[in-house]
């Protein structure tokens, strides 16, 4: 499954940037409950509670910075399982700056296995969509004012 979409923020790439490689505070702009953190500089790891429709649960979540381009790209990995479907994708930040503030293009491959592959690609998509721009969000709002998150409902 392929996602994609874009993110406007008024903050310098260098920062936007920055904020993306640290993976406490980008997963902390997450909605669901979860607990993420640093194993090292490119790793990441915890748990996410969450679901679509009716196959909901805690999966362990694993994370990889696969390349960094400062301040114009990063490639992630990540792989993910739980109630016995597994998820592993890789994602793609694009940053560019036009005056002091910054756009960024987020593309990814998804590849789902288990219950959770079932479901449909349309209804899976659109919960992928909903919980990427709620995160997306939720960061702009922690880059633009400096506290944390604003929770969306």
């Not at 490689?21 to 915890?46: I, M, S």
């Not at 790209?73 to 792989?79: A, M, S």
Request: some cysteine; glycine content about 12%; aromatic content about 8%.
């Amino acid at each position: 499954m392929h996602i994609a979409g874009d993110f406007q923020v008024r903050a310098p790439a260098a920062r936007v940037y920055g904020f993306f490689l640290d993976p406490v505070a980008f997963t902390d702009c997450l909605d669901d409950p979860h607990e993420f953190r640093a194993v090292d500089a490119d790793h990441f790891e915890g748990t996410l509670t969450s679901g679509i429709s009716f196959i909901r649960g805690t999966f362990r979540v694993r994370g990889a910075y696969a390349s960094r381009t400062a301040p114009t790209e990063l490639k992630v990995h990540v792989q993910g399982s739980g109630l016995g479907s597994g998820i592993d994708g890789d994602l793609t930040l694009t940053f560019s700056e036009v005056g002091g503030a910054t756009s960024l293009h987020w593309q990814g491959d998804l590849h789902l296995s288990g219950p959770i592959a079932t479901l449909g690609e349309r209804m899976v998509t659109g919960t992928v969509d909903k919980k990427a721009a709620a995160l997306f969000e939720n960061a702009r709002r922690r880059l633009e004012t400096g506290g944390p998150a604003a929770r969306s409902a």
